[in-house]
């Protein structure tokens, strides 16, 4: 392990000094990649020094052990080498964990989408349970989640709702929330006291940059609209609402939740950009075959993943058989537990195949 992160550490090096060369930074697509490059070794480096300061402290707390004579010295070396020890086991499956291939979009904001399934009305609401569940759980991590656009449902929550999530590797947390999201309870309009099931999909997009996906304007066709909902003097008597077409592929995407016309145009073309490139990363999976098939799953949204059952307040994730009995808390925004788990399934599957 120590050689491996030493010729990290080498790279690292190199790609410091290639980042303030006039050629990198005349190339934005080399100066993206090279950034890219140098945040994520940057957190293997610093882990790495740590782990080799911790290394030397244990080193010259055992040769006190071994040449001094004075006893509350070696009491006092003693202390510290368990003290230390612990830390050196913490530190190195840190490092083992860094040193597991990641996702390559696994840094990337995200784009999340949420649609009510089967269900009608109470579909609707579980949609909207699901995206309150996801906005408690981007507090948590002190993420910013923006409303791109949102259709309500005639009794309340979400037909659809589609909003961006920024901060700190969301979408090596989010991507695991890809699939059907079920729930079984007793809907508000139920009268017979029967519990009946609905779902909610939920779509989980890398949010791609101009540079990783280029798309010609002349395919895409724009839309202008009045805006409906909450927004104001500007709702039904401007223009500022946007809808994207993009003619080769068909995909459709919209924003009108800004008053600005630009604002949404943005909004809309970030989605578009994400929804480009799942389809082109579905399409090539499709084309190599299915050469590795996850237990936890491949981002499928149709995928059934999880079900949400309220009279055992019990939440099963299906891929790994993982179970909790606290579903109020879970739909608080606690899914940490869930998405540990599945990373640490996904990890178990990339030591033992060797994928990258």
Request: glycine content about 6%; some cysteine; overall charge negative.
């Amino acid at each position: 392990m120590l050689e491996k992160l030493e010729l990290i550490e080498d790279r690292f090096k190199e790609v410091s000094e290639m980042l303030v060369q006039p050629d990198s930074m005349a190339d934005m697509k080399l100066y993206a990649k090279l950034s890219k490059e140098y945040k994520e070794l940057e957190k293997i480096t610093n882990q790495y020094h740590i782990y080799i300061d911790l290394l030397g402290n244990v080193e010259n707390a055992r040769e006190l052990l071994k040449t001094e004579k004075d006893q509350d010295f070696r009491e006092m070396a003693k202390a510290e080498l368990e003290e230390l020890e612990p830390k050196v086991e913490e530190c190195e499956n840190i490092l083992k964990d860094m040193l597991i291939p990641r996702d390559p979009n696994d840094s990337k904001n995200v784009v999340l989408e949420i649609r009510a399934g089967t269900g009608g009305d109470e579909a609707a609401l579980f949609a909207g349970d699901i995206f309150r569940m996801y906005q408690r759980f981007c507090e948590r991590m002190n993420w910013k989640m923006e409303i791109i656009d949102s259709m309500e449902g005639s009794s309340g929550g979400y037909k659809e709702i589609i909003c961006s999530v920024a901060g700190e590797d969301v979408y090596a947390k989010l991507k695991f929330e890809s699939g059907v999201h079920r729930v079984q309870r007793v809907p508000a309009t139920e009268t017979q006291g029967r519990v009946h099931t609905s779902a909610a999909s939920v779509a989980v997009l890398p949010e791609m940059e101009e540079i990783e996906v280029e798309i010609n304007m002349n395919d895409v066709r724009k839309d202008t609209f009045c805006s409906s909902g909450p927004g104001g003097q500007s709702v039904n008597t401007t223009y500022s609402a946007v809808r994207l077409t993009h003619i080769p592929s068909g995909l459709v995407a919209q924003c009108q939740d800004e008053k600005s016309q630009i604002k949404n145009f943005e909004k809309a073309f970030k989605v578009l950009r994400s929804r480009l490139y799942e389809l082109e990363l579905r399409k090539h999976n499709e084309e190599v075959g299915a050469a590795r098939k996850s237990m936890v799953g491949n981002g499928d949204r149709s995928d059934k993943i999880r079900t949400y059952n309220y009279p055992q307040s019990r939440v099963t994730d299906h891929r790994i058989g993982y179970t909790v009995y606290n579903l109020p808390t879970v739909m608080d925004g606690s899914i940490g537990d869930f998405i540990e788990e599945l990373r640490i399934a996904e990890n178990a599957e990339r030591i033992k195949d060797g994928v990258a």
